[in-house]
């Protein structure tokens, strides 16, 4: 179980579970949430607005009741995440006649896509106090798998429960929003290039060991693309960038008790590594 940094890529925490562990367990949630947390400075933690989104794997009440309670702690976090599709929730759909539609996460409007508030219209107990629910629905594309609700409606639905209290956005934007967590699929796909794509022992406690270096690895990919980098090279891949910049073949000489790295002068990319080893060292020394 991960959580990233979305503006970022940085990987802030994440768990080894046994394979039994089941896909929304409310504790494992709270630790990995909590672990994140921790990772970002106090005087961004405290004084950022900070959304966590998660599928509906995260929708668990206790999880989301825990999210409140951080703001008790002069938090200011807010959630957006999946939300099944019961049946009461079906029916307030099939009740719904305020269907706007739906836009990119650019701001463009989305062909054959249309989405709707449906909050008051089903009973929402345990959800926690002030819960928005949104629907989005679209034509499916040919050959995709439906409910059967979907295959008697026609569309394809999807709901997504927040917090973020009316007044601060329209529902297009709340929806829009939301769907821009599917990065975190991004992230978890380069990050099985990094590391977590394939565990060295049968050991649980090795793993553990090696899900850590691998997300410490996925963090220095992401700061050296953050501070060292532009262009492409700022947004590449890990298979790119090793190919490009990490494995360069080089020589180390030393002379004139001077040591110096020697890059072939036809790379391409030489350029781009020297201006990324220039950054590095104008970079000022971390405090403390």
Known sequence: MLCFLDNTGEALAGVLREGRAGSNTTADHITVLDQALAQIPDAHRHGTPILLRSDSAGSSHGFLAHIRSLRGQHLDIRFSVGAAI??????????????????????????????????????????????????????????????????????????????????????QFLEARH???????????????????????????????????????????????????????????????RYLLLHVAARITRTARRTRLTIAANWPWTDA?????????????PAG
């Open 179 to 241: 769907r821009a967590h599917a990065r975190v699929e991004d992230r978890i796909r380069t990050g099985k290039n990094t590391g977590f794509g394939r565990f060295p022992s049968r050991v649980f406690a090795i793993n553990q060991a090696w899900l850590q270096l691998a997300l410490t690895g996925i963090d220095l990919h992401a700061w050296t693309q953050i501070l060292l980098l532009d262009g492409d090279l700022a947004t590449a891949e890990p298979k790119k960038l």
């Open 273 to 285: 590594l020297t201006s990324a080893f220039s950054k590095l060292a104008g970079l000022p020394r």
């Open 86 to 171: 019961t049946e009461p929730v079906r029916e307030a759909i099939r009740a719904t006649t305020g269907w706007v539609p739906a836009v990119d996460t650019d701001g463009d409007l989305r062909d054959h896509a249309q989405v709707c508030e449906i909050t008051g219209l089903f009973d929402a107990a345990g959800w926690p106090e002030g819960t928005r629910f949104v629907v989005r629905r679209e034509r499916p594309h040919p050959g995709a798998q439906l409910t059967l609700f979907d295959t008697v409606e026609g569309w394809r639905h999807q709901v997504v429960a927040t917090d973020t209290p009316p007044g601060n956005s329209g529902i």
